[in-house]
């Protein structure tokens, strides 16, 4: 059962703009995840926010949490060809010990 | 890719044949875990471990089993390999299932069932 829900599934932009992404789930958590993804790799672990974190900052991510509205962004500021990646959501709680990953978005950042 | 080596890296098999795939960790977590990764499904659980020799099922555990005999090596087994099978499979590690569970992935392996 697919908890977190990227949104949008693809987004392309120029190097040196922001790069947003959405992730929605429908029940409670104990912290949510980001993950990248490059192509022919394994997932890299971003960043964790806690449920009773609203926001998180590291390097150029900044990850917020609206609990009440069971969403989380990612933005990655000054984008970099990099970036370019997969990026996952990852939820765990909500009654189940296991980490629950969505189904992923894809960013191109054009140089 | 965090001491976790996964083997093999590529495998074409028939359909029917039994296959192993392995995964191997050097960073003594406890925690171990098999993922398959398919378009439009994203990364789905099929079987995880809590210790040695302690494992259970995820959510698409059917046709799949495991054993983990030591720490640090957690094996995935076909027991007869169908082309629904076809996919590439990761495995992950873990210190902590808690509040800090961040999973660690291996390189992944890609398996092919013809």
Redesign the interface.
Known sequence: SQQGEEDPQALSIQEGENATMNCSYKTSINNLQWYRQNSGRGLVHLILIRSNEREKHSGRLRVTLDTSKKSSSLLITASRAADTASYFCACYGGGSEKLVFGKGMKLTVNP | ?AG?TQSPRHKVTETGTPVTLRCHQTENHRYMYW?RQDP??????IH?SYGVKDTDK??VSDGYSVSRSKTEDFLLTLESATSSQTSVY?C?ISPD?G??????????TRLSVL
Do not use: P, S, V
């Open positions: 890719d976790i993922y439009g499904h994203g990364l789905r659980l995880y995820g959510e990761f992950a299932r509040t800090k569970n961040i999973q660690y992935f291996g390189a992944g």
